[in-house]
């Protein structure tokens, strides 16, 4: 079992910055981390990936540029920086955590924390 905590959501005004983080507990040893985000009506779409050494990452043509994932393992922490946000980033946003490659379904990720609410005014 993993259990996700995700933190550093909030309203910014667009063209700006947000650090979100998502800590881990329980199992994390070799856990692929993702974050995805749902605005309300919509699916829950792919914002990022990471391997568990972090050698690899993976992001929509949308975000990259703007957002960059990375990890702190000894921390059990995967962080999420988003730049030069826009309106329609507005979204909860959630980490995920699977055993094995990253990959960009969300069906693939076993355990989910509660979403932080990410919110950009125009």
């Known amino acids: 079992q993993v259990q996700l905590v995700e933190s550093g959501g909030g309203s910014v005004q667009a063209g700006g910055s947000l650090r979100l983080s998502c800590v881990a507990s329980g199992r994390t040893l070799s856990t692929t981390m993702g974050w995805f985000r749902q605005a309300p009506g919509k699916e829950r779409e792919f914002v990022a990936a990471i391997s568990w050494s972090g050698g690899r990452t993976y992001l929509p043509d949308s975000a990259n540029g703007r957002f960059t994932i990375s990890r702190n393992n000894a921390r059990d922490t995967v962080y999420l920086e988003m730049n030069s946000l826009k309106p329609e980033d507005t979204a909860v946003y959630y980490c995920?955590?699977?055993?094995?490659?990253?990959?960009?379904?969300?069906?693939?990720?076993?355990?989910w924390g509660a979403g932080t609410q990410v919110t950009v005014s125009s």
């Open positions: 995920g955590a699977r055993l094995g490659n990253p990959t960009i379904d969300k069906d693939d990720y076993n355990y």
